[in-house]
């Protein structure tokens, strides 16, 4: 769809449109849900991500100008809510390190497969990163965000973002080449 036809498509939501919004969130939810999937490992995380990152783009459509496709700036809405929903998430770990209540934290459970061909799924490798390079990293190169975009969705200067971006990339090769030169020295004492 062209920017015209998202323009067209934002304007007939606005003007109360019922199939123009179910055309919309159909459009736009499997959008959203990838970058909660790609930002946050907790499933429930996930979910609470969607549902803010929805209610922002239902509450931005009016600025929406079609400078971007309607998809890439539902994204990076999707993107701004997971950060939100991430710096939360470290709030709350903090109190429970201070004794406040244990049940309020979620284990992360296992994503999806995301990369054929590697010895372990991309998102144990991405949990082992810290979470300033996991961030740059899934936003720069999941979501195809710029190195200028990701500064600004994590509020960071360029070259700290570049920085971060390099360290991640470094750590996951790492982590990578370990866990193939390990399977294949079990491969060796199996045969």
Partial sequence: MDREADVRLVRQVLDGDGRAEAELLDRLLPHLRSVARATLANP????????????????GLSGFRGDASLVRWARRVAAHACLRQREQNVRRLRLVEL?????????PTPEARLGE??????????EQLPAVQREVLVLRHVLDHSVAE??????APIDTVKSRLLYARRAVRALIRRDEALASQRGRAEA
């Fill in 99 to 107: 004794g406040a209540d244990e049940d309020a934290m979620a284990g």
């Fill in 150 to 155: 990701v500064a600004e969705l994590v509020g």
């Fill in 117 to 126: 061909g590697l010895p372990r799924h991309v998102a144990e490798y991405l």
């Fill in 44 to 59: 429930a995380d996930v979910d609470d991500a969607v549902q803010v990152a929805l209610m922002r783009v239902l509450e």
